[in-house]
């Protein structure tokens, strides 16, 4: 099983829907968790952190689930500017240092 | 202007070259970290820095070097370049090595490499 582990998708979606992406990691002892947003050919820039108890940011929703190892995030009333690719990152080979996902690509259409 | 900046943004180099990527930052991080990104793989650390002349290995390191001689500074080098190094390579840093909600990577811009 691979470290952190995302669907590539893409998910391809309308205006106004509700999506929503898994992000799977494989060492029980990670302790911070995070999703990025990575636009085409920029830098990943962080989205959320993600918190035990779950956490809102507007219309983004991350949730962590300890027992299934896995995060997740839920974008709410989809907009066009939300296409992007979506990074889970986990804290696992080094403490210090975060392991990524590959991605996740939305694309919304009008 | 604060923040983190790399260069040069674009480079193309032959192989068997030697190739620096430079990044700086100005918030006095302690902790700065090289990844490289490509298609099918995503993002991979090459090398971190805990603080000045202290480094570590990450996943992928051979055939890079670093160094951290001054906080703000971390430089990349490719001592004899290949082709499998062709990549987007990202700088980050953070300002503690215990990753959080009140404390996260923050990423430059990045440099574009093509090792021809």
């Known amino acids: 099983r691979k470290e952190v582990e995302q669907d590539p998708g893409p998910f391809n979606v309308p205006e106004g829907a509700t999506v929503a992406f898994n992000c799977t990691y494989s060492?029980?002892?990670?302790?911070?968790f995070f999703w990025y947003r990575q636009d085409c050919r920029k830098e990943p820039k962080l989205l959320m952190s993600v918190y035990s108890s779950g956490n809102e940011d507007g219309r983004f929703t991350a949730q962590l689930n300890r027992a299934s190892q896995y995060i997740s995030l839920l974008i709410r009333d989809s907009k066009l500017s939300d296409s992007a690719t979506y990074l889970c990152?986990?804290?696992?080979?080094?403490?210090?240092?975060?392991?990524f996902g590959k991605g996740t690509m939305l694309l919304v259409s009008p | 202007d604060a923040g983190i900046t790399q260069s040069p943004r674009y480079k193309i180099t032959e192989t068997g070259r030697q190739v620096t990527l430079m990044c700086h930052q100005t918030?006095?991080?302690?902790?700065m970290f090289w990844y490289r990104q490509d298609l099918g793989h995503g993002l991979r650390l090459i090398y971190y820095s805990a603080a000045a002349d202290i480094t570590d290995k990450g996943e992928v390191p051979d055939g890079y070097v670093v160094s951290r001689s001054k906080t703000e500074n971390f430089p990349l080098t490719l001592e004899s370049a290949t082709r499998s190094q062709t990549s987007v390579y990202f700088c980050a840093s953070s300002s503690s090595g215990e990753l959080s909600g009140a404390n996260v990577l923050t990423f430059g811009a990045g440099s574009r490499l093509t090792v021809l």
């Open positions: 918030w006095s991080h302690s902790y």
């Open positions: 060492n029980s002892a990670s302790q911070s």
């Open positions: 990152a986990v804290n696992t080979l080094f403490y210090s240092t975060l392991t």
